[in-house]
């Protein structure tokens, strides 16, 4: 039997949970709150408050970690030390396409030099450089959107901005994907590798708010020029790098085919399975 801990049971962790046979898996995840514990629990998974682990459960064969790093370091890491150099069969940590910085619209790769412009980015590249002493693969991860975390859902609810930054690019990626990323990495490890983890279609965002918003026929919300927007400190830095991120590894090491390649199937798929999305304000 199988078993993967996942530290952190978000997004990313819940939809690889269910993209597994859970006849030949074991899936534990780890909260800070007995809320999250429960709600993992819920789901039928092992749960686990992180703060009240002294060790890692000799049965753990997988490990994911989507822990966001402190200005301390990597949680998991500084509590667990090299107690991860035991030999696991896969280990994996989440991390971002921010460690690039900004390329002014220009390509990343794998190989690019590592350019964080932010105290967020730089915290990820230290994480990234503690993971790797156990030999973890690498998972640089641009935008996440799936079911229930969308522009079509921010449309709806009239929390979508359409902000305009002139030659701004963003790539992103759907959930699904992430997890079938994953899960043939798992199928096929290769220890200390690092793959970006995108789509094959960079674009403007705002054009992935107008496209959300023709698939609900509702008028998109007023473009907005960059300098003239109200956006919170966080929101804005994301408008600090601007970069197309390569897929090309993926496809050739791990032999993925996307199940989304761009935004709009990706969009298209979720409205098209959201019976909610299709109920009109009255």
């Known amino acids: 039997m199988n ?49 009240e682990m002294n060790s890692i459960p000799d049965s753990v064969t997988h490990i994911l970690s989507s822990v966001p790093p402190s200005a301390q370091g990597d949680p998991a890491v500084l509590r667990f030390g090299e107690r991860l150099n035991r030999p696991f069969k896969w280990i994996a940590y989440l991390s971002t396409t921010g460690v690039y910085g900004d390329r002014a619209g220009g390509v990343v790769t794998e190989d690019s030099e590592i350019k964080p412009n932010s105290d967020r980015a730089r915290r990820r590249v230290l994480a990234e450089a503690a993971w790797a002493k156990f030999n973890s693969h690498i998972f640089r991860l641009p935008g996440i959107y799936g079911p229930g975390r969308n522009q079509l859902e921010s449309v709806k ?54 496209f959300a918003a023709s698939l609900l026929k509702v008028l998109p919300p007023p473009e907005i020029e960059f ?21 090309a590894r993926i496809k050739s090491e791990l032999g993925y085919r996307l199940i989304y390649p761009d935004y709009k199937t990706g969009l298209m798929a979720i409205f098209n399975n959201s019976p909610h999305l299709h109920v009109r304000p009255s």
Request: proline share 5%; hydrophobic share 35%; glycine share 8%.
């Open 157 to 210: 609810d009239g929390t979508a901005r359409r902000v305009i930054k002139q030659g701004q690019i963003f790539s992103r990626i759907h959930v699904d994907d992430i997890a079938g990323i994953l899960l043939a990495s798992i199928d096929s490890p290769n220890p200390g590798r690092i793959y970006n983890v995108a789509d094959d279609f960079p674009c403007p965002p705002q054009d992935v708010v107008t």
């Open 3 to 51: 078993h993967l801990l996942c530290f952190g049971f978000g997004f990313t962790a819940a939809a690889l949970s269910k993209r597994l046979d859970l006849s030949q898996w074991k899936v534990t995840g780890t909260s800070r709150s007995d809320e999250g514990v429960t709600a993992i629990k819920a789901l039928g998974h092992g749960g686990l408050r992180f703060d």
């Open 227 to 247: 300098e003239q927007a109200d956006l919170s400190p966080m929101a804005r830095s994301f408008y600090d790098d601007s970069k197309r991120v390569s897929n």
